[in-house]
């Protein structure tokens, strides 16, 4: 890759990252920590390949954090309306961690950064 890729890409993902950071700072962006932030992300990747997943199946998916700390970030994304839980058709003892209407705001906002961020 060339020098000047190497520096466009770059100049690119920094502006990104600041235009991310000043929407996190509005008040109508929902304050997620770290590690909710990365389980909606690791979420988004399998909700985009139409992967249902379920509760069990969310608290082992960041394996660098613990089951503990997993579910109770569950509970605070469903708190704050970042996902819904729903019943399996055949099992109630099943749920599944779905996105709700504010995720897909937060990744179309994040998305709005992106695009901002490639008009260099």
């Not at 579910?71 to 309306?81: E, F, I, T, Y």
Request: aromatic share 8%; net charge positive; glycine share 2%.
């Amino acid at each position: 890759m060339s020098k000047t890729k190497v520096a466009n890409f770059s100049q690119m993902y920094t502006k990104y990252l600041n235009l991310v950071q000043a929407v996190r700072s509005l008040p109508s962006f929902p304050q997620l920590d770290a590690v909710e932030s990365r389980m909606l992300n690791v979420f988004a990747s399998a909700w985009h390949e139409d992967k249902p997943i379920t509760v069990l199946e969310a608290m082992v998916m960041l394996p660098e954090i613990s089951t503990t700390t997993a579910h109770r970030r569950l509970k605070a994304l469903r708190k704050k309306g970042m996902i819904d839980l729903n019943l399996d058709s055949q099992d109630n003892r099943v749920k599944y961690v779905v996105p709700t209407k504010a995720t897909h705001q937060y990744f179309a906002q994040l998305g709005q950064c992106m695009e901002k961020a490639q008009a260099v």
